[in-house]
C-alpha cells in the first residue's frame, strides 16, 4: 500500500515562501489526481489545491495566483510551492490522491508570522 509523507513545511515570514514535498512509498499513479489539504488549528481541514490526471490543476479561491501544485511521477512526488504567504495560511499540510483521499499521513506545519 502507498504511504505518503510530507515534508517542507516551517516557520516563514508573512511575503515570503516555502515549497512542500509529498513524498511517496509507492508509485504514485498517473491515471490518480493528487491534492494537497491543509487544516488549521481549531478549523476544519480544506481543501487547497489538486492536480488531476489530465494535467489540469485547480485552488480554493484563497490561494489562487500564490500557490502552485505540481508531480513529478518519476520520482514519486508532488509539490506546492506557496508564494507571498499570509497568516490566514498557517496550517498543517497533508497531501493525498483524488479520488477519493483515502492516504491520509502526518502533514505538515506550516506557520506564517504576520
Known amino acids: 500500500q502507498v504511504q505518503l509523507v510530507e515534508s517542507g513545511g516551517g516557520l516563514v515570514q508573512a511575503g515570503g515562501s516555502l515549497r512542500l514535498s509529498c513524498t511517496a512509498s509507492g508509485k504514485i499513479y498517473s491515471m490518480y489526481g493528487m491534492g494537497w489539504f491543509r487544516q488549521a488549528p481549531g478549523k476544519e481541514r480544506e481543501w487547497v489545491a489538486a492536480v488531476l490526471a489530465d494535467g489540469r490543476t485547480n485552488y480554493t479561491d484563497s490561494v489562487k495566483g500564490r500557490f502552485t501544485i505540481s508531480r513529478d511521477n518519476n520520482r514519486n512526488t508532488m509539490y506546492l510551492q506557496m508564494n507571498s504567504l499570509k497568516a490566514d495560511d498557517t496550517a498543517v499540510y497533508y497531501c493525498?490522491?483524488?479520488?477519493?483521499?483515502?492516504?491520509w499521513g502526518q502533514g505538515t506545519q506550516v506557520t506564517v508570522s504576520s
Open positions: 493525498n490522491k483524488l479520488p477519493p483521499p483515502t492516504l
